[in-house]
């Protein structure tokens, strides 16, 4: 499954302090669990399968050790303790090896008393986790996908970042993802909000398919409501970009007259073929509002969403022509017609038919 050697985003950084965390990715159980930090900063996430491999007890009931040799993680039922090394799990996944049998002290564990390990990292407030490396796969992945996809804002210390979420969505990733790039519904599951009935004509602007995803400059829709804090409508343009199949950026940069530049990251874990977990990761540079207005403008946004994106049926993003499931199609969605090829020319498999 091609989706296994990609990077998915898996919990909020911040949901993993000191006790290890149960989480699942695409039918994986994984425990998450953080070292201790020095110094203020903080420490390194692993990302382990949640069994312990002596009586297959789930490692998330466990402890995390800070010991003299290293951090360890301590399973539940007889404390045999996996020590951390996050530079091995980088580049090798066989790692989590069991350092210690407190009922026989002395046994020093071979090679096979070892956890599954995977990589992890930290990227826009969120862990990523990628199941399986990408070795086997043709064509090749782009290089784009071998990293937790790219966004600036998060990184630019000049603008304010924001997690929101999570939202549990019954549907697929794709159906989400070309919901978040759709401009032509804002008139209608918006309206007041992000568009309006009288003026729901939209421009699609310029889509371009490539390797690296997609990229779409200059699309346009009316908003009588752009953003938490502002009064008044206008038109509004946005640039997309689809980085990963899914994962989708939106940003709107200031304007003479609207002082806000703001950029929105839709990152989501798939749950499965038709459940995924998303999280919308926020930066803006000059808004006003304050974090909770953001989130919970984000969260009313989301919330008229839901119930129109969950009654989608197929649940699955028909991709495929010869399908079962036809959809047809209005010169408006041009970025959703570009997202379903870059998902056939990708391989993907996961939540589309
Ligand atoms: S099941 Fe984990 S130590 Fe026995
Ligand atoms: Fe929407």
Request: aromatic share 8%.
């Amino acid at each position: 499954m091609m989706e296994k050697q990609l990077w998915h985003p898996v919990i909020a950084s911040t949901e993993v302090r000191d006790k290890p965390v149960g989480v699942s990715l695409l039918g994986e159980a994984l425990v998450l669990w953080r070292e201790p930090g020095h110094e203020g900063a903080t420490g390194v996430v692993h990302a382990w399968s949640d069994r312990c491999p002596h009586r297959g007890a789930r490692l998330s009931l466990g402890r995390v050790l800070n010991h003299l040799h290293g951090s360890r993680l301590e399973c539940p039922y007889h404390g045999w303790q996996f020590a951390g090394d996050a530079a091995a799990e980088q580049s090798a996944s066989a790692c989590a090896r069991c350092v210690h049998v407190p009922a026989a002290p002395e046994f020093v564990p071979p090679v096979s008393h070892t956890a599954t390990a995977f990589e992890a990292r930290e990227a826009h407030g969120l862990i990523w986790v990628r199941l399986m490396k990408p070795e086997a796969i043709v064509p090749p992945l782009p290089d784009g996908l071998t990293e937790p996809p790219a966004f600036e804002p998060w990184t630019d210390s000049e603008w304010r970042q924001l997690l929101c979420g999570p939202y549990e969505v019954n549907t697929s990733a794709p159906r989400l993802v070309e919901n978040f790039l759709d401009l032509s519904h804002f008139g209608f599951v918006h309206e007041g909000w992000l568009g309006a009935r009288s003026h729901a004509q939209v421009e699609t602007g310029q889509v371009q398919e490539g390797a690296e995803g997609l990229q779409a400059n200059a699309c346009k829709a009316w908003q009588p409501r752009g953003y938490a804090g502002a009064d008044g409508g206008a038109w509004v343009a946005y640039r997309y970009t689809v980085p990963h199949p899914f994962a989708a950026v939106l940003r709107k940069d200031a304007t003479e007259g609207d002082p806000v530049s703001n950029a929105i990251a839709l990152f989501i874990r798939p749950d499965g073929a038709e459940l995924c977990t998303a999280w919308f990761a926020m930066a803006t540079l000059g808004d006003l509002a304050d974090d909770e207005e953001l989130r919970s403008f984000q969260d009313t946004v989301f919330a008229q969403d839901r119930p129109v994106v969950e009654s989608q049926v197929p649940k699955r993003l028909p991709v495929h022509k010869s399908g079962s499931v036809g959809e047809v199609h209005s010169p408006a969605d041009r970025m959703s017609s570009a997202y379903r090829r870059y998902l056939v020319r990708l391989g993907v498999e996961l939540g589309v038919c």
